[in-house]
C-alpha cells in the first residue's frame, strides 16, 4: 500500500507550484481522477484484513476530502485571479466618445455641381433633368445645328442604333423644357453627364459633366448675362478671381461669349492644367439664337434669352488645383479622400 503521509506532502508540493487553473486541473486529475493513485487504493480495499481495511480506509477518506477541498479552494482562488486580470487587460472607460463609423462624402464633381446650383438657386433657377440617350431632333435640329453641321459628324458625336445617340451637351434639357411651352420667365438649370468623340488629354475626357443653365424673359441683354456669369464666377472661386470675356461660336446662341478664369493651379503663368496659357475657359454663354426661339414659338414680345453652360470636370479641377482630370474619375478611394479633403479645406 502507498505511504499517504509521502503522497499528501507530493499533493502539497506540487500545488504551491502550480501557477494556473490549467495546472491546477492537471494535479486534480493526477491526484483524484480515475486513475489517479488514491482511486487505484480505495480498488485494492479488498485485499487487506478487515481491520487494517477499515482503518486505511478512513486514512484514504480523509485524505481524498481534504486534497479535494484544497485544489478546489486553489482553482476557484486562481479562477478569481485570472478574472480580474482579464478585466484589467480589457477594461474600457465607456464614459469616453466612441469611435464613430467612417462618414462617407460627395464625389468632388457632385460637391462642384451642389455649389453651382446652389448660386443659381439665389438666382432664382430651378433644376430640370433630361435622358442622357437623345434623339438627334432634340440634341441637334432644334438647337440651330442643322444636319450639315460638322457637330453632327461621327468623329465628334457617339451614335447609336436608330440613329439616336448619348447627348454631347446639357443644352439638350432646354430644348425639352422649352418644347412644352413654359409660361415666362423661364430660369432653369440642368446638370450631368455628357458624351463627346474627342481624344483625351490632361483637360479633355470622352465623358464628362456639364451644367446648363438658361434664363427667357423680356428685356433680357448681353449685360445680364455678363453679370450673372460674374457673379457665380466670383460665388464659386471667390472675389479675388480673375476674369476675363472672349468672343466665342456656339450655334445656339448669338451672340457668343466665354468665361476665362485665371488658372488657379499656377495663377496665370502657364502650366500643363491651362496648356501654358494662363487661363482656363469654365463657361460658355450667349444670348439664345433668335432660330431656336423661333422652333418653340418665343420669338414675340421682345423676348430675349440668356444661356450658359459649364464644365463641371475643369471647374472641380481648377478648385482643386489639380492638372488632370482622369483622377476625378479614378475609384482609388484613397486619391478621392485626398481629393474630398481638397474640397474641404
Same mark, same amino acid.
Given at each position: ?54 482503518? $486505511? ?17 486553489? @482553482?476557484? *482562488?486562481?479562477?478569481?485571479?485570472? *478574472?480580474?486580470? !482579464? ?36 438666382? +432664382? ?55 412644352? !411651352? ?51 464666377? !466670383? ?13 466665342? $461660336? $456656339? ?5 457668343? @461669349? ?39 414659338? $418665343?420669338?414675340?414680345? +421682345? @423676348?430675349?434669352? @440668356? ?6 470636370? !475643369? ?26 479633403? +481638397?474640397?474641404?479645406?
Amino acid at each position: 500500500m502507498t505511504d499517504l503521509e509521502q503522497l499528501r506532502e507530493q499533493f502539497h508540493k506540487e500545488l504551491a507550484d502550480a501557477s494556473d487553473t490549467t495546472a491546477l486541473e492537471e494535479i486534480r486529475t493526477r491526484f483524484l481522477g480515475r486513475r489517479s493513485v488514491l482511486k487505484e487504493q480505495f480498488r485494492l480495499l479488498p485485499q487487506l484484513p478487515e481491520q487494517e481495511r477499515r482503518e $486505511y480506509a478512513g486514512r484514504l477518506n480523509q485524505l481524498s476530502q481534504a486534497l479535494e477541498q484544497q485544489i478546489g479552494q486553489a @482553482i476557484d *482562488t486562481a479562477r478569481r485571479a485570472e *478574472t480580474a486580470e !482579464r478585466l484589467r487587460d480589457e477594461w474600457i472607460d465607456v464614459t469616453l466618445p466612441g469611435q464613430a463609423p467612417r462618414r462617407g462624402a460627395w464625389h468632388p464633381l457632385t460637391d462642384v455641381e451642389e455649389r453651382c446650383l446652389t448660386v443659381l438657386r439665389r438666382l +432664382g433657377f430651378e433644376r430640370a433633368e433630361g435622358p442622357e440617350v437623345e434623339d438627334a431632333y432634340h440634341n441637334f435640329d432644334a438647337l440651330n445645328i442643322p444636319q450639315h453641321h460638322p457637330a453632327r459628324d461621327m468623329q465628334d458625336t457617339f451614335w447609336l442604333d436608330g440613329g439616336r445617340l448619348l447627348r454631347s451637351h446639357t443644352t439638350t434639357v432646354q430644348a425639352r423644357v422649352l418644347g412644352s !411651352r413654359p409660361e415666362l420667365p423661364v430660369k432653369v438649370a440642368a446638370a450631368g453627364r455628357v458624351y463627346r468623340n474627342e481624344a483625351v488629354d490632361a483637360t479633355h475626357l470622352a465623358m464628362f459633366h456639364q451644367l446648363e443653365g438658361f434664363w427667357l424673359e423680356p428685356g433680357l441683354t448681353l449685360g445680364h448675362l455678363k453679370e450673372l456669369l460674374s457673379f457665380v464666377a !466670383r460665388a464659386l472661386y471667390g472675389e479675388d478671381i480673375r476674369l476675363r470675356f472672349k468672343p466665342k $461660336y $456656339y450655334p445656339y446662341t448669338e451672340p457668343s @461669349i466665354g468665361l476665362d478664369i485665371a488658372c488657379t493651379n499656377c495663377g496665370g503663368d502657364g502650366c500643363e492644367a491651362c496648356h501654358r496659357v494662363g487661363w482656363v475657359t469654365i463657361i460658355g454663354a450667349g444670348m439664345i439664337h433668335p432660330a431656336v426661339l423661333r422652333e418653340f414659338g $418665343y420669338d414675340r414680345d +421682345g @423676348i430675349r434669352g @440668356i444661356a450658359f453652360g459649364w464644365g463641371t470636370t !475643369r471647374m472641380t479641377a481648377q478648385l482643386l488645383g489639380i492638372t488632370k482630370v482622369r483622377p476625378l474619375y479614378a475609384s482609388d478611394q484613397r486619391q478621392l479622400s485626398h481629393l474630398h479633403r +481638397g474640397m474641404t479645406a
